[in-house]
């Protein structure tokens, strides 16, 4: 089958010339293909198939060489919504719950957050995947210094002022 280009605001030379000005080396590949459609070999000069040099000729007289330009997908479609985000953040806010997280304190945080993810929304994602979302949400993996419930501050403050206090002094000898 023939292939008619009906965009003829360009001659061959003009789009050679144009796909020398371009950036983006597939943009100029596919318009050097273009400017060879006349001839019999044009696609395998250029490296691709009729059918995509057909389609690129189809898509660069509908839409010009702005047509020939790579677009950015939108990329995979995310599996947690917005909706799902901010129940997660209010999980990690909250805390577990003692009596149905059996745990105090969300321990490896992503593990356990990974598993409240698969009970609540039933997804499954990987561990790395669950630390990049609570990074994206703003959560740093910090947890505090354990600290013995019957310990006294004020002697531990007190104790500290000592130390700070001998460490000022001269040693004598």
């Known amino acids: 089958m023939r292939v008619e280009i009906t965009c003829l605001d360009m001659s061959s030379a003009e789009l050679r010339r144009e796909a020398a000005r371009l ?15 006349d001839r019999t ?10 059918q995509i040099l057909r389609d690129w ?9 702005e047509g020939l330009c790579s677009r950015n997908s939108s990329g995979r479609t995310p599996l947690l919504g917005p909706e799902e985000k901010a129940k997660i953040a209010k999980l990690v806010e909250a ?12 321990r490896l945080w992503r593990i356990d957050i990974k598993i409240r993810i698969e009970e609540l929304f039933g997804v ?6 669950v630390g990049t979302l609570l990074s994206g949400l703003g959560y ?34």
């Open 57 to 65: 000729v189809y898509r660069s007289s509908a839409e010009g060489v």
């Open 140 to 173: 740093a993996r910090l947890s505090t210094r354990p600290q013995h419930p019957e310990s006294d501050f004020d002697t531990q403050e007190d104790l500290k002022k000592r130390l700070r206090r001998d460490a000022r002094q001269e040693p004598t000898g």
């Open 23 to 37: 950036k983006d080396a597939r943009a100029a590949r596919w318009l050097l293909a273009i400017a060879l459609v």
């Open 95 to 106: 805390g577990p719950d003692p009596d149905k997280d059996d745990v105090v304190r969300w």
């Open 124 to 129: 499954t994602l990987h561990e790395r995947t």
């Open 41 to 50: 070999h044009a696609a395998e000069a250029c490296g691709m198939d009729r």
